[in-house]
Antibody
Framework: EVQLVESGGGLVQPGRSLKLSCAAS????????MAWVRQAPTKGLEWVAS????????HYGDSVKGRFTISRDNAKSTLYLQMDSLRSEDTATYYC???????????WGQGVMVTVSS | DIVLTQSPVLAVSLGQRATISCRAS??????????MHWYQQKPGQQPKLLIY???NLASGIPARFSGSGSGTDFTLTIDPVQADDIAAYYC?????????FGAGTKLELK
């Protein structure tokens, strides 16, 4: 059974940093591209970042480019999102998702809440 | 960026057909491959993949869900609607980065 379990969320002040983790199991992690998708309270879904299966290619949404870094450790089957210079508008539930071959997200974690507030 | 437009709310009766539309600001198809996907999200839960590449049913999804469309116009159909289908539905394109989502359609009971 595919499982994605996020951790690392919480309350953080504006301008500070936070690192999210996503532990994957039930599939060969190193065979799949992965992504982070977020959802602000009562809002829709926003793609944040993606990373290729080997980790060499990364892509970011315009709203986080230059502030967030996606990475992975295939030996640990874990995906990361380093979030720097956090803003109030980054407040959201962050989902880890596995990407299918055509760019869809076929499995999602339960999500982790990040609140940016003073 | 490719903008995906969805109606905010659709009211339906149980047992009837629900048709949810998604219009893209430019084509999301490459040759015969339609890079449009659909998700269901219930309150407090993560999204779930329903349909990929416009018309392919994801694993474990009931056959009352179906998808169609090409180019810029796509449709998710639920027939017949059951009580468990009351949720928000999102379309998503993977034709171009950023891989944008529609704002979602909330399916409500009439």
């Amino acid at each position: 059974e595919v499982q994605l379990v996020e951790s690392g969320g919480g309350l953080v002040q504006p301008g500070r940093s936070l690192k999210l983790s996503c532990a994957a199991s039930g599939f060969t992690f190193s065979d799949y591209n992965m992504a982070w998708v977020r959802q602000a309270p009562t809002k829709g879904l926003e793609w944040v970042a993606s990373i290729s299966y080997g980790g060499s290619n990364t892509h970011y949404g315009d709203s986080v480019k230059g502030r967030f870094t996606i990475s992975r450790d295939n030996a640990k089957s874990t995906l990361y999102l380093q979030m720097d210079s956090l803003r109030s508008e980054d407040t959201a539930t962050y989902y880890c998702a596995r990407r299918g071959s055509s760019g869809y997200f076929d499995y999602w974690g339960q999500g982790v809440m990040v609140t940016v507030s003073s | 960026d490719i903008v995906l437009t969805q109606s905010p709310v659709l009211a339906v009766s149980l047992g009837q057909r629900a048709t949810i539309s998604c219009r893209a600001s430019q084509s999301v198809s490459i040759s015969s491959i339609n890079l449009m996907h659909w998700y269901q999200q219930k309150p407090g839960q993560q999204p779930k993949l329903l349909i990929y590449r416009a018309s392919n049913l994801a694993s474990g999804i009931p056959a009352r869900f179906s998808g169609s469309g090409s180019g810029t116009d796509f449709t998710l159909t639920i027939d017949p609607v059951q009580a468990d289908d009351i949720a928000a539905y999102y379309c998503q394109q993977s034709r171009e980065s950023p891989h944008t989502f529609g704002a979602g359609t909330k399916l409500e009971l009439k």
